[in-house]
């Protein structure tokens, strides 16, 4: 069966500090990534998403950047984070461009102090 | 680019009273409406979707409804159960997995 994992599951960082949130998903070839982010009271924001090794593209322009160096893995960025970068990250992956069901990571809760 | 909206933001009802949730969008190219139940301190997880081409689907005491010429679509939750309390998110998609989120509705159901 498939899996997603991701980590840290909790990180307190200092303004300027980098980051490196990691997600690798196990029982499937060639997902589809994706990075969200989740504010109170503001959804589910696409931040990036990823087709293929090397590919990604951004949805809102930010100090964040994400990479894919392997298959199964998704890594998302920060060199100097920003108060505003604290939320909740969770990962995602799909199989297909028409089942549509995204199958999310266990989160990761950011706190930019 | 796609805009959805979602009311109310909180909806406390009894148990066993009927929930509904709506939720409208901007593009008329969306074609795919997921409806996603985040439990607290949990990862969101599809309940239930709909594409365009279908107007209503249950799925035994969830049913999801779509009005493409308004633009919206609703999740009804029938016979509630305390076990219901979440966050429920809708969703649009215009095609290649661009889910746009609403911001998401807290149901509490009181015992």
């Known amino acids: 069966s498939q899996t997603i994992h991701q980590w840290p599951a909790t990180l307190v960082q200092p303004v300027g500090s980098p980051l490196s949130l990691e997600c690798t998903v196990e029982g499937t070839s060639n997902p589809n990534l994706y990075w969200y982010r989740q504010a109170a009271g503001r959804g589910l924001q696409l931040l990036f998403y990823s087709v293929g090794i090397g590919q990604i593209s951004s949805e809102v322009p930010q100090n964040l950047s994400a990479s894919r160096p392997q298959d199964r893995q998704f890594i998302l960025s920060s060199k100097k984070l920003l108060l505003s970068d604290s939320g909740f990250y969770l990962c995602?992956?799909?199989?297909?461009?028409?089942?549509?069901?995204?199958?999310f990571g266990e989160g990761s809760r950011l706190t930019v102090l | 680019g796609e805009n959805v909206e979602q009311h109310p933001s909180t909806l406390s009802v009894q148990e066993g009273d009927s929930a509904v949730i709506k939720c409208t969008y901007s593009d008329s190219a969306s074609n795919y409406f997921p409806w996603y139940k985040q439990e607290l301190g949990k990862r969101p997880q599809l309940i239930i979707d709909?594409?365009?081409?279908?107007g209503e689907k249950k799925d035994q005491r969830i049913a999801v409804t779509l009005n493409k010429t308004a633009k919206h679509f609703s999740l009804h939750i029938t016979e509630t159960q305390p076990e219901d309390s979440a966050v429920y998110f809708c969703?649009?998609?215009?095609?290649?997995?661009?889910?746009?989120f609403g911001t998401g509705t807290r149901l509490l159901v009181s015992p």
């Open positions: 709909i594409r365009s081409n279908v």
């Open positions: 995602a992956w799909s199989v297909g461009l028409n089942t549509g069901e995204l199958f």
């Open positions: 969703a649009a998609s215009t095609g290649f997995q661009k889910l746009v």
